[in-house]
């Protein structure tokens, strides 16, 4: 298993300069974790669950394994195995096993909240927020837990409710801090969050350990943006990425596997070790692949793997010679 996996550097950051207030049992896994950062050279290779909805989660895992990968991102999006609110104790009880009994790492986990709401839906999201980040903390364990969502709207929305984002995720914050969860918010193209200076805007004004990034360079390529200048941006704050390509453009586009579009991967891994990031990279397979009939999710694990896993070794190498 990659050592990669548990690295939250912001977060540990944050705790060292006592910006967040900790229990005695929890500096202690902090303290567990800053040992092990301080060993993590090279982020490894994860896979989300996203992309397998129709296996058994404890058969995805398995299969993850098996494949290569060095962890999985789970779904607690309604209507996936993983949804708190339908998954039961014993079920619980299993992917905890099948995680622990395959050496799979947690990249983290997914939600789809949205942030822009009227007041009603806005305590139901919540309150589901809340269930799941306690999901997140309870499979993750001994790692520091993230959940990552999108948040809806529409990109030319974003001047006009970009203060009440603020307003919302400050709600947010509460929940993330009393779970001991980061949330990694993600822009998303046509979102109202959808570029990488809204993105550092947001969690600047929440300036909080609890409210971090994901970064996904397939929604900035889609709108014509830089992947060094996007990714430069973004790092700092970024405690989960995604990884897929595209083709096309904002408006008429289709998402693709990693490796099977023109996303350079050498040069993004390049800029990421030059970086303190040390997480690691989580394919994502978007639905409008998995959504499609005959969709096979272990031949794209097999696909996305054998596309990248060369290309992060080559990039591990040559960072070890350097």
Request: charged share 25%.
């Amino acid at each position: 298993m990659s050592p990669s996996k548990i690295s939250r550097r912001t977060f540990l950051q944050a705790v060292s300069a006592g910006a967040v207030s900790l229990s005695f049992g929890e500096r202690d896994l902090i303290a567990t974790q800053q040992k092990k950062n301080q060993s993590a050279k090279h982020p490894g290779l994860g896979f989300s669950l996203y992309g397998m909805r129709s296996l058994k989660v404890s058969k995805a895992i398995q299969v993850c394994s098996k494949i290569g990968y060095d962890s999985v991102e789970l779904v607690a999006t309604a209507g996936w195995p993983t949804d708190p609110l339908q998954l039961s104790k014993t079920d619980r009880r299993e992917v905890r096993s099948a995680l622990k009994d395959n050496d799979m790492g947690l990249a983290g986990v997914m939600e789809n909240i949205h942030l822009i709401t009227d007041a009603q839906t806005q305590k139901k999201n919540l309150d589901r927020l809340r269930a799941s980040c306690e999901l997140t903390r309870e499979m993750a364990q001994h790692d520091v837990p993230v959940l990552e969502t999108v948040l809806g709207g529409k990109s030319k929305a974003w001047k006009e409710v970009k203060g009440e984002m603020v307003k919302r995720l400050e709600e947010w914050e509460k929940v993330a801090r009393s779970t001991k969860t980061i949330v990694a918010i993600k822009a998303h193209v046509g979102g109202a969050l959808h570029t990488p200076e809204g993105a550092k805007w947001l969690v600047d004004q929440i300036d909080s350990p609890w409210i971090k990034l994901n970064y996904d360079f397939s929604h900035f390529q889609l709108i014509g943006l830089d992947l060094e200048k996007s990714l430069t941006t973004m790092v700092n704050d970024a405690v989960f990425i995604h990884i897929k390509d595209t083709k096309g453009k904002a408006g008429n586009f289709q998402f693709l596997l990693p490796g099977d579009g023109n996303i350079d991967y050498r040069k993004y891994l390049d800029i990421i070790r030059k970086s303190a990031y040390r997480s690691d990279l989580v394919v994502e397979v978007s639905g409008q692949i998995h959504g499609k009939p005959g969709y096979d999710p272990i031949q794209a694990a097999k696909h996305s793997y054998k596309n990248m896993a060369p290309i992060m070794k080559e990039s591990r190498k040559r960072h070890q010679n350097s």
